[in-house]
């Protein structure tokens, strides 16, 4: 069972009915084969069936798996399996919470017969897929020290990657592989390097260092050849207020790519070198396996919070497209690695700085996608202005030292070439924007949603709306698609529904 | 200012019940994202604990770390040590202070356990104070820029006084606000601190020609709404047969956005700031 797991997840397309992973695949593009519904027929999807959590001010921000016709879903503290035909629920796991931040939960990961979440008290549990009930949990992170834990992990041959949250208390970032039988550490990598370390030079003192965050919250993608794992890192500590940790604060706000059986780091990206506007670096990976001046390339790209989208070789970490998908007005050139160099003048200052993206971001969690028959990376984009005050003038800011108030944005969904980083179609909302991610198919079609709580399927190609239907809640989470018994089926998050959507 | 609330509220329970909180005395599931930070039963801060507290931080600790407890030459961070984050009332504190400390001037065991407690309510109040919604952290010196380059700003290149005037719609102005709510209302008027009270206006054309104006109550990419001036609800599918039209008072302010700059920003603010 588990190298059948294997099998789909590597392949990507072999069983392409399926959603076995956060992503759907290791490559993070959320791109289902599946093209029953496609540009021609999409008129004609409808509702088949809503699944409501039926648990109070639940959110399902959380991206399903769909398994052997029975999709997993999860919120905080809650995990629930649905009958991926019907909408019915099978079971439904509920987790003592000793507190923690109830923020979101992005997901689970399945192998075999075992089904494993983190929670926002800290805890990687796993649970038996049959009927739900607990199998074991281990503490992954400290409570104490305010972090909790959203991340949905992602299982790479015999590991549970599993990454941790907050942003409260100074605290440091790390991600971990844990055992799937036990739970137990197998490596742990720390986001902040400790003294004598590459990358330390880049704070001024251990005491900065030790307490520099680089929260570990977003998704992680995968590349079995290299056997390299993708991700990216949070926002440095103390989050607004800089002066205290002069320099480049290494790894936060960058991509990484580490050995997926070790944790040993391979390369580093920095998108926000010194960042003081919040912008965790955790958006989706994508994996492209793309054409640069006519040469097959390995791509790893990335539409970030702070406003840039990046190319990189995923072998090396080279750069190869640095160009805003909004306009920003934060970095005032490149360096040698194609990293953006920040304006000072656009720290938080005591009068203010007027800075674009907000804190929110160009883009956040809501994952991205990649169609590889357009060549185009899809993603929901803002572009927000805030003012940013440096509250805590101190040598040694501790926790926030500052915030940014009020603002103004528009949002669109931007198709992006990424041999270039030119928008080739654009689709501004004129209901705003939602925190809704992108499913790309083979169909030729893109499903995302608005700030008016429309469902919508756009034709990939040049962003004409084909569909749409309104859900009355915004989309809250990333569709996916699957196929049993032959039928497509189009699932999609709205508030505390799950809706499937099928053509008859 | 809600964790100040909030310890209020647990102060006030002390009183009614005469007892230390029970671990599990305040619900956290709610209230914002920040209250649910951390476990169900940590600390929560008795702010009449803290004061006593504060006179044995004076007295002990406070010429090594610092009037903040965030460390200083001689004496590390406290309000970032796993002593004081695991801390519950003096359970950890306590017995680290029993065990012997470096450099205390005053035996461990001449701190009674109330004065323990009373310490610990005192440092966990000072962790509160790094919290992002700490009282603590509010906006300094808005007022830097040059009032007289605002006004050639605001006269000028800014457009401003083409629907502004100092002696009309403005008259008073800066004596109403704080420097921060103004440089907000005319950045923001929408969405800052000024919720701009203006209607955006839409204009629905149909095929036939006919048309209809309204205060625009809903619009997406599929859908049209206003209101009337009689108030009668209106709502059309946008279809390629109808043009829809938006007039959205603030759009010269979101236009400034992307010209202003800091510096003009600075000193409008000023600007405004001495309309009284």
């Known amino acids: 069972m588990k190298k059948a797991a294997c099998a789909v997840l590597i392949a990507g397309t072999l069983f392409a009915q399926t959603w076995p992973t956060y992503s759907g695949d290791y490559t993070g593009r959320r791109f289902s084969p599946l093209k029953q519904i496609d540009t021609s027929n999409v008129k004609a999807l409808s509702l088949a069936w809503i699944y409501r959590v039926n648990s109070p001010g639940q959110v399902v921000k959380s991206t399903p798996l769909e398994i052997g016709g029975i999709l997993y879903l999860s919120s905080p503290d809650n995990v629930w399996a649905v009958d991926a035909r019907s909408g019915r629920e099978i079971w439904h796991h509920t987790h003592q919470s000793k507190g923690g931040i109830h923020i979101g939960n992005r997901g689970v990961a399945v192998t075999g017969n075992w089904l494993y979440f983190e929670t926002p008290d800290c805890q990687l549990v796993s649970l038996n897929t049959k009927d739900g009930k607990e199998r074991w949990h281990q503490s992954i992170c400290d409570l104490d020290r305010m972090y909790y834990a959203s991340v949905a992990p992602v299982i790479v041959k015999n590991h549970v990657l599993v990454g941790v949250s907050g942003d409260d208390l100074d605290i440091p970032g790390y991600y971990e592989s844990r055992d799937p039988e036990t739970g137990e550490l197998q490596w742990h990598w720390s986001v902040v390097p400790k003294k004598g370390e590459p990358g330390f030079e880049t704070w001024p003192n251990e005491d900065a260092a030790a307490h520099g965050g680089g929260m570990t919250w977003g998704p992680t993608s995968y590349d079995p050849e290299l056997n390299l794992i993708y991700f990216g890192t949070g926002n440095p500590q103390p989050v607004v207020a800089g002066q205290g940790r002069v320099g480049d604060n290494l790894y936060t706000a960058s991509i ?14 920095q998108p926000s070198p010194h960042d003081t506007h919040d912008w965790d670096n955790v958006e989706a990976p994508v994996l492209i396996d793309g054409t640069i001046e006519g040469k097959p390339r390995k791509l790893l790209a990335m539409a970030c919070r702070n406003g840039w989208f990046f190319v990189l070789d995923r072998v090396t970490g080279k750069n190869i497209v640095s160009k805003e998908y909004v306009k920003t007005n934060w970095v005032k050139g490149l360096d040698g690695r194609g990293q953006p160099i920040p304006n000072n003048a656009k720290e938080p200052q005591i009068d203010g700085s007027l800075v674009s993206p907000n804190q929110g971001g160009a883009a956040n969690w809501p994952p991205p996608a990649y169609d590889p028959d357009t060549g185009l990376f899809y993603v929901n984009a803002t572009r927000a202005f805030s003012i940013w005050y440096l509250y805590d003038l101190s040598d040694k800011p ?27 179609w654009s689709h501004k909302w004129d209901g705003g924007g939602a925190r809704a991610g992108i499913l790309s ?27 749409h239907a309104n859900l009355a809640s915004q989309v809250s989470n990333a569709p996916i698609a699957y196929e049993v018994d032959g039928s497509e089926y189009v699932v999609v998050g709205a508030g505390d529904s799950l809706l499937g959507f099928t053509v008859h | 200012m809600k964790n100040a609330l909030w310890c209020a509220g647990v102060a006030v329970a002390l009183c009614l019940s005469g007892q230390e909180p029970a671990p599990q005395a305040v619900p956290k599931k709610g209230g914002s994202l920040l209250d649910q930070a951390g476990s169900d039963d940590k600390h929560v801060v008795d702010p009449e604990a803290a004061e006593r507290g504060r006179k044995t931080y004076i007295a002990e600790c406070i010429t090594c770390h610092g009037s903040t407890a965030r460390g200083a030459q001689n004496g590390p961070d406290l309000v970032r040590s796993l002593t004081l984050l695991h801390d519950r009332y003096g359970s950890t504190i306590g017995p680290f202070l029993k065990k012997g400390h470096p450099t205390q001037s005053t035996p461990s065991g001449d701190l009674s356990e109330a004065q323990v407690k009373d310490l610990a309510h005192f440092i966990h109040a000072r962790l509160d104070d790094t919290l992002r919604t700490s009282p603590t952290f509010h906006a300094q010196n808005i007022l830097t820029g040059d009032a007289r380059a605002g006004e050639a700003y605001f006269n000028g290149v800014g ?76 709502s059309w599918a946008r279809t390629s ?36």
């Open chain 2, 159 to 234: 457009g401003c006084s083409g629907c502004h005037s100092a002696a009309g719609d403005l008259k008073g102005f800066g004596g109403k606000y704080d420097a921060i709510d103004i440089q907000q209302r005319f950045m923001f008027p929408r969405t800052g601190f000024g919720r701009g009270h203006k209607q955006t206006m839409v204009t629905v054309t149909l095929a036939s020609g006919a048309s209809f104006t309204g205060t625009l109550d809903k619009i997406d990419d599929f859908d049209v709404s206003l209101r009337d001036a009689d108030g009668v609800y209106r």
């Open chain 1, 441 to 467: 198919t083979a169909g030729n079609l893109i499903f995302t949603g608005d700030g008016a709580g429309n469902f919508v399927a756009f034709d990939a190609r040049d962003g004409k709306a084909l569909w």
């Open chain 1, 398 to 424: 501790e926790g926030w030292g500052g915030t940014d108030r009020g603002g103004w944005s528009e949002a669109m969904l931007q198709a992006i070439d990424y041999k270039t980083g030119a928008i080739r």
């Open chain 1, 256 to 269: 990484v790519a580490l050995n997926a059986d070790t944790g040993k780091m391979a390369w580093y990206f």
């Open chain 2, 241 to 276: 047969a109808v043009t829809v039209k938006v007039d959205d008072p603030f759009e010269a302010h979101h236009r400034l956005l992307d010209s202003i700059g800091d510096k003009n920003m600075h000193d409008v603010t000023a600007y405004l700031e001495g309309l009284k």
